[in-house]
């Protein structure tokens, strides 16, 4: 076991190399056979069959050769070996004085990571990478062997600048917060004892067993005792996860990781299959891998295409491979395909869950486009109008404005929800005049309320004389003033303007009462903010201060343009309004009692139930009273039979 592969690469160099050198230098400088034999230490033994030919060289120079070509070999594998020895034993030096400055230093005060912060998923990334290359490297060289021994020195160095990097991890994990009732936890001995009593300490311990003492016994071709390495590999799906819900394109990322699977899955069988083949031997029949003594498939690069290609067509059960000769091929072939069958159909469904999910908003848009269309048909509209409702549909997909924020948005608590929108929709509301000095509690109502609308080319958003029951605010696009001709221009509106915010008021007093006072057309695509008065008097009855102040500004507004009558304004309140509040009232009132006569009902429920349990006892605890004086104390019943 020790001798895998280096037997062989001695022997190579040893008899190949050095004895072919050799003969071809003895053969170029002698006519004569040179025999040296060493019985004794300090004996020498020189046999000559042949007469010396004194004109070349001396035989004591082949010799002198031959001894200074041995020592330059052993030197350069002790050399070599040194290397070795010497980064087991630093890297073992410096993950001792770690985990000795781990277990000694307490500082009173320690920083805690946030497990949903930045730091956390950076480092996340760094122990990724290690993981990655135990999970994909290990098997590679374990099976391979040329790629383990020709850059044996480089393999050690990854290998245990990784160990630190897992070790670094397990001290990263003792300063990992968590939350507890709600709150991140920062007792460092709270932490440590957490991360202890989880399985992840128990994993990240069998990881750091320094199997590497196995090198000593087995030799340094046998990468395969490092195998506990990855335990780690969790570590590895927890950044992935993390990814997911950061990134802007989740779907490409898990068809990303699907495919790294993928690719992992057939890495390993590939090597599964070298080595397979090393067991029953290369070149043994035509299931197996080709002799290696073939220059053509004796090259490393070859031997892993070539078991890429077979565990890609074994895996993905399409076949077209050598047929298998012997049983153990036989049995090596059958667990594959079940391997093979197993998760490529776990694969294949996940796929098309995940491009159904890509294109379920496709689908969802292109239903109601299609219910559009089969109504206009059956109702007989116009093919003009048709076209333009086409054209809205399309704009909206276009321009990624198919999207209802209240959907989207209603799955949130009403607070982050409220967040959202002042985010997104407070500086727009603010450009409103009337609403510039309102208190932020009242904007922060508003703008929930505020709901966003698309109209095309040519649409009215009001005509003058229509009822004012909304006001509008222009987020992109140009509104045009047009005459009644619809024509003529007289203002064009752009970005953050706004009209209407006087009708939705209805000060009293106002000449136009609450009419539209002008045509408002749009010129192209056009997305607007629309309040309706209904959401502003609801949000403006727990803002009564607020109330007052938007009705003077809206009076100041009229008088300014010559359309506020003083002498109605002057005049006592409307009795319409009047009995708007009584009905409002009146309404408050029905629910208070509805929900009075509902909680009368579940109190006398309850008062019913209570009554009929201490019926029953009033029942049973004479009988307890008897059986108790009758049998000396025994106690009663049990409490199943009481009740």
Not at 229 to 243: A, G, P, S, Y
Not at 362 to 383: E, G, N, P, S
Not at 588 to 597: M, N, V
Request: charged share 25%; with cysteine.
């Amino acid at each position: 076991m020790g001798e895998r592969g280096e037997t062989g690469e001695t022997g190579e160099t040893g008899e190949t190399g050095e004895t072919a050198e050799t003969g071809e230098t003895a053969e170029n400088r002698y006519t004569h056979t040179h025999t040296h034999t060493t019985t004794q230490p300090h004996t020498h033994t020189h046999t000559t069959t042949q007469p010396h030919n004194h004109t070349h060289t001396q035989p004591h120079a082949i010799i002198d050769d031959n001894i200074f070509h041995f020592f330059s070999l052993q030197k350069q594998f002790c050399f070599e070996s040194q290397i070795v020895r010497l980064t087991l034993v630093y890297t073992s030096w410096v993950c001792m004085c770690v985990c000795v400055c781990v277990c000694i230093y307490r500082p009173k005060e320690i920083t805690v990571i946030d497990p949903s912060g930045n730091t956390y998923y950076n480092w996340l990334f760094v122990i990724t990478m290690p993981v990655m290359y135990n999970c994909t490297l290990i098997i590679a060289r374990a099976c391979f062997e040329e790629l383990q021994s020709d850059y044996l020195v480089y393999w050690f160095i990854i290998d245990y600048v990784s160990d630190l990097v897992y070790l670094a991890d397990m001290v990263f994990r003792t300063r990992t917060g968590y939350l507890e009732q709600g709150l991140l936890v920062k007792d460092e001995k709270k932490l440590r004892d957490c991360y202890k009593k989880s399985l992840q300490f128990k994993l990240d311990l069998a990881s750091m067993i320094p199997t590497d003492i196995l090198y000593f016994y087995f030799g340094l071709n046998y990468p395969e005792i490092r195998l506990n390495k990855l335990l780690r590999f969790n570590r590895m799906l927890e950044f992935f996860q993390r990814t997911e819900t950061r990134t802007n394109f989740p779907n490409v990322l898990r068809i990303s990781n699907l495919v790294m699977y993928i690719v992992i899955i057939i890495h390993w069988n590939a090597c599964l299959y070298y080595s397979f083949s090393k067991a029953v031997g290369f070149g043994a029949d035509k299931f197996v891998y080709p002799d290696i003594t073939d220059p053509e498939f004796g090259r490393l690069v070859r031997k892993y295409a070539y078991s890429m290609y077979w565990s890609t067509l074994t895996l993905t059960t399409i076949g077209e491979t050598p047929p298998p000769v012997k049983n153990s091929e036989y049995f090596f072939v059958v667990a594959d395909f079940l391997v093979g069958v197993l998760i490529f159909a776990t694969i294949v469904g996940n796929v098309g869950s995940m491009i159904t999910n890509m294109n379920a908003a496709r689908a969802d848009f292109q239903a109601r486009i299609d219910a559009i269309k089969q109504y206009m048909t059956f109702r007989k509209v116009t093919k003009d109008l048709e076209k333009r409702v086409i054209k809205w549909f399309d704009y909206l997909w276009t321009n990624k404005k198919a999207v209802d924020e209240r959907e989207v948005l209603k799955f949130l608590p009403d607070k982050l929800r409220a967040e959202v929108a002042i985010n997104v929709h407070l500086d727009t509301l603010k450009k409103v005049r009337i609403f510039a000095d309102c208190e932020a509690g009242l904007l922060v109502e508003l703008v929930l309320k505020l709901q966003p609308q698309v109209y095309s080319p040519g649409d009215y958003i009001c005509k003058k004389g229509d009822i004012g029951r909304e006001m509008y605010i222009i987020k992109e696009g140009k509104l045009a003033v047009v005459a009644d001709d619809g024509i003529k221009q007289f203002v064009v509106l752009s970005d953050g303007s706004y009209f209407g915010e006087i009708s939705i008021l209805a000060i009293k007093g106002s000449r136009a009462g609450n009419r539209r006072t002008a045509n408002i057309r749009s010129i192209g695509y056009s997305d607007l903010f629309c309040l309706s008065k209904d959401d502003l008097m609801e949000a403006l009855t727990e803002y009564p201060d607020a109330k007052a102040m938007l009705e003077e500004k809206g009076r100041q507004i009229l008088m300014k343009d010559g359309l506020l009558d003083l002498e109605v304004a002057a005049q006592g309140p409307d009795p319409k309004d009047m009995e708007e509040k009584v009905e409002k009232m009146t309404e408050t009132l029905d629910l208070l009692q509805t929900r009075y006569a509902r909680l009368l009902a579940e109190h006398e429920a309850a008062q019913s139930r209570l009554k009929r349990r201490v019926t029953k006892l009033e029942k049973v605890i004479p009988q307890v009273e008897e059986v108790t004086g009758t049998e000396g104390g025994v106690p009663p019943a049990t409490s199943k039979e009481t009740q």
